[in-house]
T-cell receptor, first 112, second 114 residues
Framework: DVKVTQSSRYLVKRTGEKVFLECVQDMDHENMFWYRQDPGLGLRLIYFSYDVKMKEKGDIPEGYSVSREKKERFSLILESASTNQTSMYLC???????????FGPGTRLTVL | GNSVTQMEGPVTLSEEAFLTINCTYTATGYPSLFWYVQYPGEGLQLLLKATKADDKGSNKGFEATYRKETTSFHLEKGSVQVSDSAVYFCALRELGGSQGNLIFGKGTKLSVKP
């Protein structure tokens, strides 16, 4: 089975802190994605990566950056956390653009 | 642009009731269509998919038919169980779309009472 893991299930940070969210997949997938999920808004794509060291902006990249140094790991970085970044963050991976995306359990981030 | 519209919830049903969750889409090409399910405290799981018109996706008693003429992909189940309580997301991916990105609806929360 494909396994996508995220470093934390719950995280509480303060405004202005630098925040790292980590995602690891164990299926040698090329493509990895970061979404945020908010009530009434569904899932929105923040960034995605289709290869090591490659990244593309999604629909809402402002305030975020990403890092993909190794194929299995995709990190989401909040350079200076703000309260409007309080959300559920979901990571996903897929073997190719047309393959099924497999999701991690999510990280619920609260910024105080 | 591409978009997905699904019925707003929450939807509350009694066990063994019939379920329909409506989903319609707007796309410039010929998308693949998906239903994902999110059980409480978990990430999203693919429930079913259809890649071309008139395809029917099915899994765990759920079904959805890709209707190009009505641009719809409604989710149905004949007899729901308490364990089906979850949030359901309709999504599309346009063929040839940038790196296979999914566009999601806002989600519909289903609660099934015993």
């Amino acid at each position: 089975d494909v396994k996508v893991t995220q470093s934390s299930r719950y995280l509480v940070k303060r405004t202005g802190e630098k925040v790292f969210l980590e995602c690891v997949q164990d299926m040698d997938h090329e493509n990895m994605f970061w979404y945020r999920q908010d009530p009434g808004l569904g899932l929105r794509l923040i960034y995605f990566s289709y290869d090591v060291k490659m990244k593309e902006k999604g629909d809402i990249p402002e305030g975020y950056s990403v890092s993909r140094e190794k194929k299995e790991r995709f990190s989401l970085i909040l350079e200076s956390a703000s309260t409007n970044q309080t959300s559920m963050y979901l990571c996903a991976s897929s073997g190719s653009p047309t393959d099924t995306q497999y999701f991690g359990p999510g990280t619920r981030l609260t910024v105080l | 642009g591409n978009s997905v519209t699904q019925m707003e919830g929450p939807v509350t049903l009694s066990e063994e009731a019939f379920l329909t969750i409506n989903c319609t889409y707007t796309a410039t090409g010929y998308p693949s269509l998906f239903w994902y399910v999110q059980y409480p405290g978990e990430g999203l799981q693919l429930l079913l998919k259809a890649t071309k018109a008139d395809d029917k996706g099915s899994n765990k008693g759920f079904e959805a038919t890709y209707r190009k003429e009505t641009t719809s992909f409604h989710l149905e189940k004949g007899s729901v169980q308490v364990s089906d309580s979850a949030v359901y997301f309709c999504a599309l991916r346009e063929l040839g779309g940038s790196q296979g990105n999914l566009i999601f609806g806002k989600g519909t929360k289903l609660s099934v009472k015993p």
